[in-house]
């Protein structure tokens, strides 16, 4: 049972380029959620699935976009990265179940925009 | 809104030593509570949770907390600290809805010395 698996753990983009951040779960959540961490700021709430199909926006979504095809998988965009977008991101998911709301989260990309 | 207030960016403690980390929490209705522990390099992981039933609820590694509406706290205890404990600490907070959007505090960073 890996649990979430998030690739790349590190990335170095140049101004201007994009790239997908890559989220998997096999425990059959149906809730997913990305999160940027930047340091004495705790975390912050990009996007969020409810299902495979339904997205929608958290608390700091410009410069990203996400798709949830499938259960499965929650892939983060970047289309023109900004140094504004330098941070540790984590991906984290929980079951529908209304007494479990522990999030599993994965171990986390770190990108870094030069 | 709901936001959570952790209370000292960093704790020193010594080996042995109580460990008392703060969390204030403000909602317009009671929400479930949570404490999560991130070791270096790592992505976060669930120590206690509060929903219903008994304000005070054992964790892992040793860890308690207590819920206190009248004092909208949520603080994390530990009566004797240990080296391994040494990490960063994140309250967390979501209403009793289904999405349940964790809403993060800034986190506090725990020193252990010997």
């Known amino acids: 049972n890996a649990g979430v698996t998030q690739t790349p753990k590190f990335r170095i983009l140049k101004i201007g380029q994009s790239m997908t951040l890559q989220c998997a779960q096999d425990m059959n959540h149906n809730y997913m959620y990305w999160y940027r961490q930047d340091p004495g700021m705790g975390l912050k709430l990009i996007y969020y699935s409810v299902g495979a199909g339904i997205t929608d926006k958290g608390e700091v979504p410009n410069g990203y976009n996400v798709s949830r095809s499938t259960t499965e998988d929650f892939p983060l965009r970047l289309e023109l990265a900004a140094p504004s977008q330098t941070s540790v991101y984590f991906c984290?998911?929980?079951?529908?179940?209304?007494?479990?709301?522990?999030?599993?989260f994965g171990s986390g990309t770190r990108l870094t925009v030069v | 809104a709901q936001s959570v207030t952790q209370l000292g960016s960093h704790v020193s403690v010594s080996e042995g030593a109580l460990v008392l980390l703060r969390c204030n929490y403000s909602s317009s209705v009671p929400p479930y509570l949570f404490w999560y522990v991130q070791y270096p390099n790592q992505g976060l992981q669930l120590l206690l949770k509060?929903?219903?039933?008994?304000?005070l609820v054992k964790g892992i590694n040793g860890f308690e907390a207590e819920f206190k509406k009248s004092e909208t706290s949520f603080h994390l205890t530990k009566p004797s600290a240990h080296m391994s404990d040494a990490a960063e600490y994140f309250c967390?907070?979501?209403?009793?809805?289904?999405?349940?959007?964790?809403?993060f505090g800034t986190g506090t960073r725990l020193q252990v010395t010997l």
């Open positions: 509060y929903t219903t039933g008994a304000t």
């Open positions: 984290a998911s929980r079951t529908r179940t209304l007494n479990n709301y522990g999030y599993t």
């Open positions: 967390a907070v979501t209403p009793t809805g289904t999405a349940s959007k964790l809403t």
